[in-house]
């Protein structure tokens, strides 16, 4: 079974940099589309951005809130994904969880993800 982990988070002062990193374990991730969700305190589960699989070409979505400041990569083994997060603020605040998706469609928004991380803890705070 696929399983995911998260790594990267912390604290962080506002205009600071963090870099999230989603790990495949046993699995490489050519035929998944992943995604980075977050959930503030209160608040629904909101999409942030995702990476299609190698088959669509690695096509990218971002969240208009983070569009410009967290670019998302895969390396080339496939086996982890990154989320790079810079110019940080206040509202980024969150756990971050990676998920993966059975995917070879272009559109990384659209499936329903079935594997899920533990979550990652980012808080950007002077």
């Known amino acids: 079974q696929l399983q995911l982990v998260e790594s990267g988070g912390g604290l962080v002062q506002p205009g600071g940099s963090l870099r999230l990193s989603c790990a495949a374990s046993g699995f490489t991730l050519d035929y998944y589309a992943i995604g980075w969700f977050r959930q503030a305190p209160g608040k629904e589960r909101e999409l942030v951005s995702c990476?299609?699989?190698?088959?669509?070409?690695?096509?990218?979505y971002y969240a208009d809130s983070v569009k410009g400041r967290f670019p998302i990569s895969r390396d080339n083994a496939k086996t982890t994904v990154y989320l790079q997060m810079n110019s940080l603020k206040p509202e980024d605040t969150a756990v971050y969880y990676c998920a993966a998706a059975v995917w070879a469609g272009p559109l990384c928004a659209s499936p329903e993800y079935d594997y899920w991380g533990q979550g990652t803890q980012v808080t950007v705070s002077s």
């Open positions: 990476i299609s699989s190698s088959s669509s070409n690695d096509n990218t």
